[in-house]
């Protein structure tokens, strides 16, 4: 079955520890991307990735790192995490734009509470 | 500057047919998205439009006005199951997505 999976699905941490939210998809994508989702705010685009290696900015980027090092992985990394990050993240993927469907396939989720 | 707006919150009946705008500025266009996402769900694709005119998928149809930076989400026959958050989105000469807020849509029996 074609799915993004993301892990943990719901986290409640501290400010300050160090976290990793994974992300991986089976449809051999080359473009992932990481989504913070606030009330009233819709989807803000943290950072994105074109291929293996190659990362890019969103609008949001402040406060958070990813890596390609694998074209299925594309984990996100908060290495202070601060109560403002706070939210619903979506790990998401897709052929590469422009050159596809474009059609973006959203994994199921991940619910953060920094206290 | 890019901005997507639609409406916040909407309500119809079951049965009935419900037309959810949305209206957009990008850099550039390379076309204009649909997805639906039930509360505490991920998003799903619903329909993409990068001409002008109708595209009709069952119960769902989407129109795109690119001189008026403009489309609609056209249900039908609502059913319960309708009951979600739309959002709109469009792509800028980068194929960068850019989001609206999402409609969210209450369906009444």
Redesign the interface.
């Known amino acids: 079955e074609a799915q993004v999976t993301q892990n943990p699905r719901y986290l409640i941490t501290v400010t300050g520890k160090k976290l990793t939210v994974t992300c991986s998809q089976n449809m051999n994508h080359e473009y992932m991307s990481w989504y913070r989702q606030d009330p ?6 943290i950072y ?1 990735s074109m291929n293996v290696e190659v990362t890019d900015k969103g609008d949001v980027p402040e406060g958070y790192k990813v890596s390609r090092k694998e074209k299925r992985n594309f984990p996100l990394i908060l290495e202070s995490p601060s109560p403002n990050q706070t939210s619903l993240y ?1 790990c998401a993927s897709s052929e590469i ?2 050159q596809g ?9 991940t619910r953060l509470t920094v206290l | 500057g890019q901005n997507i707006d639609q409406p916040t919150e909407m309500t119809a009946t079951e049965g009935a047919i419900v037309q959810i705008n949305c209206t957009y500025q990008t850099s550039g266009f390379n076309g204009l998205f649909w997805y639906q996402q039930h509360a505490g769900e991920a998003p799903t694709f619903l329909s993409y439009n990068v001409l002008d005119g109708l595209e009709e998928k069952g119960r769902f149809s989407s129109f795109l006005s690119r001189s008026k930076g403009y489309s609609y989400l056209l249900l039908k026959e609502l059913q319960m199951k309708d009951s979600a958050s739309y959002l709109c989105a469009g792509m800028d000469s980068n194929y960068q997505l850019i989001w609206g807020a999402g409609t969210k849509l209450i369906i009444k029996p």
Do not use: E, V
């Open positions: 009233g705010l819709g989807l803000r685009q994105y979506f734009p422009g469907t474009d059609t973006q396939y959203f994994g199921p989720g």
